[in-house]
């Protein structure tokens, strides 16, 4: 097979996925081989390392060149409302732009929100936490009488000494 036989024959396989530039180390290692399969095949190899070597992975996504036709209608929509409520004095002063509509900066993250590693379970349960509290239902208390520091904490060495003491003076008992 001959250079431009291969590369029309990947073109039609991969068809508006084909780039030469990705095929052309492969189809010039193959093609320089001329019938010595040996050869081919180590230059293949060759090329399979250095390509499960990679870190990246290569996305060619096309550019959408405009809008769709129910995304417009529904901004042309929402602006017709808005213009609607400003002839009916309903919004005073400046209209906002469409994408300042849809992406207000109080919506941003701002960063002074908590951070709940649990996701939407840990928000859903905090939530219910607050309303209980607010209902009455669950009493906080913050004692700054007691802290988890004051409490004793021992050390598995520690344990193991006591656990060795209390089975030496008092015997082993099943429960």
């Known amino acids: 097979m001959s250079l431009p036989e291969a590369e029309s024959e990947l073109q039609a396989h ?13 189809l010039k290692a193959v093609m320089d081989a001329e019938g010595d399969t040996d050869l081919a095949l180590r230059a293949v190899n060759t090329l399979e390392k250095a390509a499960f070597g990679r870190t990246g992975l290569k996305l ?21 409302s ?29 960063g002074d929100l908590p951070n709940f590693e ?31 520091e004051d409490e004793p904490s021992f050390t598995r060495t520690e344990i193991l000494k006591l656990s060795a003491f209390f089975v030496l003076n008092y015997g082993e008992r099943s429960y």
Request: hydrophobic share 35%; proline share 3%.
């Open 14 to 26: 991969l068809s508006d996925r084909f780039a030469d530039s990705d095929w052309r180390l492969a």
């Open 82 to 110: 808005i213009n609607d409520l400003k002839e009916r004095k309903r919004i005073f002063g400046t209209l906002l732009t469409i994408d300042k509509i849809l992406d207000p900066a109080e919506e941003r993250d701002n």
């Open 118 to 148: 649990g996701g939407d379970q840990a928000i859903a349960d905090e939530v219910r936490r607050e309303i209980a509290v607010a209902n009455g239902e669950v009493i906080e208390i913050d004692s700054d009488d007691e802290s988890e």
């Open 60 to 80: 060619r996504i096309p550019v959408c060149q405009q809008k769709p036709a129910q995304l417009t209608a529904a901004e042309q929509e929402l602006m017709e």
